[in-house]
């Protein structure tokens, strides 16, 4: 039999490969789905490229790349049986447990027993070897497998180990000496010592010194004096006060340097008056929430947005599956779930999943349409989202469990995916759900090479006029756009009297250490946000092409074109001394139905006088004024190393940012500050020249065309973006189109390898290119329709194809969805998003998808409105 194996094995063994380091083994999760080896089918896992598929996709992948040989894998689990006395059975040490993975169910491992059974399949027959089987199978072949079955799951090396497992007992925890000197912590109103800080506080346990810690980019802030006190008094454990509970705190040791245990903490916090017992760090449902925050506010906005209080009904089926909550990723679950309500996603990702799958990479856990059609289907299709059966309903009575589990599906591909790069959505730490959209809206713009882009349902013009205040003529120009930003203006606050008291009385209360006055949330009428939009701005530096001078200008903004989905953000979060982002406490009457119309643009009007289109001139250095004599359509100038505030630029980089990077922050918002600088660097952070130096000419000549001779230079720079004649040549002599290639090229950033998937996955455009080659005349309208099945009649038909296109429509509303964030700060907190389906709120909380009682419209941070028909 050994021979038999061996010889069967033969013709395969030169696409056995063994695992190297930097191989990741998907042995947890479907490329295709969310099949695991817990799921009915099990999982097969090819033996060369170590990706996994379920039943349903095992045989497209053999017959894309004719791997045949792939490691079957299936997890059977079963509840453990109980003795009439002795309760839970443990355990059975069967020696048949060995696949390193994460249960993907929600239930008590304690309570349930399971067995691991692997095999080698060789397709396309489906010869099975049952395993291990060291004495029949090559070498090869054994150690092969047994790299696959003890390699870590493609996740599991990025989670962080905990914390816990690593920390060891300080050495001065036993014998440290507490000095008497009367100082008692209150339980609350912390303060550094020395900056007044009121984040990341650390109490001495020597000499109770509560003092600030260091900056970090996580969340906390501080300015180091707590290892200054140090360094002074060599007293060397200190605990963070925000972290005091019942069951321990986070100690760190500076003479040590690193984070320790204390087993005496219970009594080093008792001389400083500080009863552990007594401490609650403020969590809700297990995520992170800022314990300096006033208590009862955040407490209250998290039942009401979580609708805590109701007994909410659960819902099952197409459209209603969960998303689990993988650490932190509550943003990206809340995010994608309003993504797939919206038809046009639907339609882009689920209704074209056997094309998008049939035509995926080699590696579809790299591929962007690949995981959103895999994710789009899980939460769409209702295969993981379905009801209790009645027998499992009467088992939870008898055991008094009366709520069953949602299981939801796990993104951790996709998440790995769209996160891969980005110094924040790649960490597991809580992020923007606002940035996160557009990070999305941006993936989907980059990979959506053709004709059919979903993101085009959000996209519109912004109007903007701005006008010299000195001289009352106007300059108008256009921006696209895809979400509007409102303002929440707190002196607009209906109760700003109330508001005032309260402030009044956490001052007066701050000053007597007493306990803070019940908080009291603003109350802001969704008119006056609106009404704060479209209010003038002030253009700071603004320069007058009519005086050819710096002068007074301000600016107003208006829509050139209505988006067929409307996205509105509340600007609710600003930032603190400490330079975290802080979310305002308020309240918002967002109504249900939006009318836009008076806002839309109206472009020059009669009497208005436009400025003139002249640029401003660049100033010549002193040394080199006197040698201007030229004419001045050709003056010669030399430019001067840019003026970059230092203090600023040391500031940005202090919280861990590139210094090439800080230093261009500061210098492209024109030394306005830190503040400007840092949403510079938030807003650019993924552009790949990000850490590059700042690159601006500081001694060339240039010469400085006069206003008619630079529009013509601008027209014919922006033509000439053709992508390079040999790479345009290598794709026409394999048989394409010439208009195709140089789309495919223009997709893909001249990038020869993925121009060349890209036409494999865009196949159906090649007979409209080839039309639109012969054609002599411009696309009519019905022709532009035609290039798009899924167009809609109102998209805007624009000269350029590869241009951005524009549903223009009537600017009424009505609103569909919402986001909505609880906790202090966007780096910490919570997202849960409430959706309009079949005309009823439903909740979407992480796995948790139930009918909405009461949902919390005034509280929401992202809003989502649908076009209502003209009709």
């Avoid at 109206?602 to 003139?612: I, K, N, R, S, V």
């Avoid at 030229?630 to 203090?647: F, G, N, W």
């Avoid at 026409?732 to 001249?750: E, V, Y």
């Avoid at 609103?815 to 079949?838: P, R, W």
């Amino acid at each position: 039999m050994a021979a038999d194996l061996g010889e069967l094995l033969v013709p395969y063994m030169p696409t056995i490969r063994v695992p190297k380091t930097g191989d990741r083994v998907f042995k947890s999760e479907c490329a295709f789905s969310y099949d695991s080896p817990e799921s009915e089918g099990g999982l097969y896992v090819c033996m060369n490229t170590f990706l996994g598929f379920g039943r349903e996709h095992v045989e497209r992948h053999y017959r894309k790349t004719g791997q045949s040989v792939y490691m079957h894998l299936k997890r059977h689990i079963k509840e453990k049986a109980t003795g009439a006395a002795s309760g839970a059975i443990p355990r059975r040490r069967n020696g048949k447990v060995f696949l390193d993975l994460e249960l993907n169910r929600d239930f008590n491992g304690e309570d349930y027993e399971y067995e691991d059974v692997a095999k080698l399949v060789i397709f396309p027959d489906h010869f099975e070897i049952a395993l291990p089987n060291i004495e029949e199978l090559p070498a090869l072949v054994t150690i092969a497998c047994d790299a696959v079955l003890n390699s870590p799951s493609a996740y599991k090396r990025q989670e962080p180990e905990s914390w816990e497992e690593e920390l060891q007992v300080s050495r001065h925890a036993r014998s440290l000496r507490q000095q008497d000197n009367g100082v008692r912590i209150r339980p609350s109103g912390w303060k550094c010592q020395k900056c007044e800080m009121r984040e990341n506080l650390w109490l001495n346990l020597t000499d109770g010194a509560v003092l600030c810690g260091k900056w970090f980019f996580d969340g906390s802030g501080g300015n180091g004096h707590a290892l200054d006190h140090y360094k002074e008094t060599n007293f060397p454990l200190a605990v963070k006060l925000d972290t005091i509970t019942p069951d321990g705190a986070d100690v760190y040791s500076f003479e040590e340097e690193e984070a320790v245990l204390d087993p005496q903490i219970s009594e080093h916090l008792s001389h400083f008056g500080i009863d552990m017992l007594q401490m609650q760090q403020r969590t809700e449902n297990g995520h992170h929430t800022d314990n300096n925050s006033p208590p009862r506010a955040r407490v209250s906005e998290w039942e009401v947005i979580q609708e805590s209080a109701m007994k909410l009904k659960a819902v099952y089926g197409s459209g209603y599956t969960g998303v689990k909550n993988l650490g932190n990723s509550c943003y990206l679950g809340a995010v994608m779930q309003v993504l797939f309500s919206i038809p046009e996603f639907q339609r882009m990702y689920v209704g074209n999943l056997q094309r998008i799958y049939d035509y995926s990479p080699l590696d579809p856990s790299q591929d962007f349409a690949t995981q959103m059609a895999k994710l789009g289907y899980g939460l769409l299709s209702g295969q993981f989202s379905k009801p209790p059966m009645k027998s499992e309903l009467i088992e939870q009575v008898m055991k008094e469990e009366h709520k069953h589990q949602q299981k939801g599906i796990s993104p951790k591909m996709f998440k790995a995916l769209v996160s891969k790069g980005h110094p924040e959505f790649s960490s597991s730490r809580q992020q923007d759900a606002h940035e996160f959209l557009q990070h999305i809206i941006n993936l989907v713009e980059r990979n959506s090479g053709g004709s059919e882009n979903p993101s085009d349902v959000f996209r519109f013009l912004v109007e903007e006029r701005v006008q010299c205040c000195q001289t009352r003529r106007v300059r108008y120009s256009q921006r696209v756009d895809y979400l509007i930003q409102l303002p929440a203006p707190i002196e607009a606050a209906t109760n700003r009297e109330e508001l005032l008291a309260y402030e009044a009385k956490r001052r007066e209360a701050e000053e007597n250490v007493r306990a803070p006055p019940e908080p009291v949330r603003a109350r802001i009428p969704f008119t006056a946000c609106l009404q704060a939009f479209t209010e003038p701005e002030n253009v700071p530096d603004f320069w007058s092409s009519a005086l050819q001078a710096k002068s007074a200008g301000v600016k107003t903004s208006r829509f050139s074109s209505f988006p067929e989905y409307l996205v509105l953000q509340i600007k609710k979060f600003t930032f603190g001394v400490d330079w975290v982002p802080k979310k305002l406490d308020l309240s918002i009457d967002v109504p249900d139905f939006l009318d836009l119309n008076r806002l839309r643009a109206t472009g020059l009007q009669a009497g208005e006088d436009e400025l003139p289109d002249l640029t401003p001139p660049i100033v010549l250095p002193e040394d080199t004024r006197g040698t201007a004599t030229s004419p001045p359509s050709e003056q010669v100038s030399l430019k001067r190393s840019p003026e970059i505030d230092e203090a600023a630029v040391m500031q940005l980089a202090e919280m861990g940012f590139p210094l090439e990077a800080c230093r261009k922050a500061v210098y492209y918002t024109g030394n306005m500050g830190p503040e400007m600088a840092f949403n510079w660097i938030i807003a650019h952070m993924e552009e790949p020249d990000f850490a590059e130096p700042l690159s601006l000419p500081s001694s060339t000549i240039e010469l400085v065309p006069s206003s008619s001779e630079t529009q013509p230079f601008a027209a014919a720079t922006t033509l000439d973006n053709s992508p390079p004649e040999e790479s345009i040549a290598i794709l026409t002599s394999m048989g394409f189109p010439r208009s195709h290639t140089i789309q495919a090229l223009r997709a893909t950033n001249n990038n020869l390898e993925r121009a060349l998937d890209w036409i494999f996955t865009h196949p159906e455009e090649e007979e409209s290119d080839a039309l639109s080659d012969m054609a002599d005349t411009e696309p009519t309208d019905q022709a532009f329709s035609n290039t798009n099945s899924h167009s809609d009649p109102t998209l805007s038909p624009d000269p350029d194809a590869l241009g951005p296109r524009f549903k223009d429509g009537p600017g009424r509303y009505e609103l569909f969805a919402f986001i909505s964030h609880m906790g202090a700060s966007t780096m910490s907190g919570h997202y849960v998003c409430h959706i309009k389906k079949e005309g009823r709120w439903v909740i979407y909380n992480d796995h948790k998808v139930c009918l909405s009682e009461r949902p919390p419209k005034d509280l929401g941070y992202i809003y989502f409105y649908r076009r209502l028909s003209s009709s």
